[in-house]
């Protein structure tokens, strides 16, 4: 197997085992491979061994990629990075899913331009309150979902959130478990939460999607 073969079974093996440590399927959590800044070569791999959802954080180096990996039957791919309005057609003609939705100017125009089935939408929420991340703050989330969710070409899954980076296990179970009673209280069943660092904790939390880049692909240049 190539390194990233490997690499993405150990990944699969950890989200297996925090599956049953949360007595849930596996086939409940979808991996995400953050492929960003990485070779289309590296996807190829990943495809090889299995892998079919595939996160991009740039509009514009998805748009390439999706160009030069057509050929890959049931690619899906994510957008899982803020997004500007001038880049919407990008993420609009190409991908499955947006993981950052927290703009209602952005969702206008997504929807505009969304031509095939509905995008699934995930709202992202600062739920740490820091000033230097995007998402909207949770008292903002009822509002904005409704005037969403009457727009043509989306469909409201769920919550996403990246919580503040901290080694205490604790706080970072805290602000998982804030997600996921925001998402219970406004009807929402997908959770977008959890990287490299802390996907298991994220998924013993109920994290529906799991975005995980470096330890499948390596470190990014």
């Not at 990944?11 to 959590?29: I, K, L, N």
């Not at 990485?38 to 740039?58: H, M, S, T």
């Not at 296990?169 to 209280?185: I, K, N, S």
Request: hydrophobic content about 40%; some cysteine; charged content about 25%.
């Amino acid at each position: 197997m190539s390194s990233v073969a490997e690499q993405l079974a150990e990944v699969r093996a950890r989200v297996a085992a925090a599956c049953a440590r949360a007595s849930r399927s596996p086939e409940s959590v979808t991996l995400l491979a953050v492929s960003k800044l990485k070779p289309a070569q590296l996807i190829r791999e990943a495809y090889a061994a299995g892998q079919r959802d595939f996160g991009e954080n740039y509009a514009q180096e998805l748009r390439d990629k999706a160009a030069e990996l057509e050929d890959l039957e049931g690619l899906r791919w994510h957008a899982i990075g803020p997004l500007q309005t001038n880049k919407v057609k990008y993420v609009a003609r190409v991908a499955q899913a947006f993981h950052a939705l927290d703009r209602l100017e952005v969702a206008q125009e997504l929807s505009r331009r969304r031509q095939e089935s509905p995008i699934t939408c995930y709202v992202e929420v600062n739920v740490g309150a820091e000033t230097t991340k995007s998402g909207l703050a949770p008292e903002a989330l009822g509002p904005f979902l409704e005037a969403v969710r009457a727009l043509p070409g989306l469909r409201v899954e769920g919550l996403m959130a990246l919580p503040p980076p901290t080694e205490d296990e604790q706080v970072a179970r805290a602000g998982f478990r804030t997600l996921r009673e925001l998402a219970r209280r406004h009807g929402l069943s997908g959770l977008s939460m959890g990287t490299t660092h802390d996907f298991e904790l994220a998924i013993e939390e109920g994290a529906t999607v799991v975005r995980v880049g470096t330890a499948i692909f390596g470190e990014r240049p």
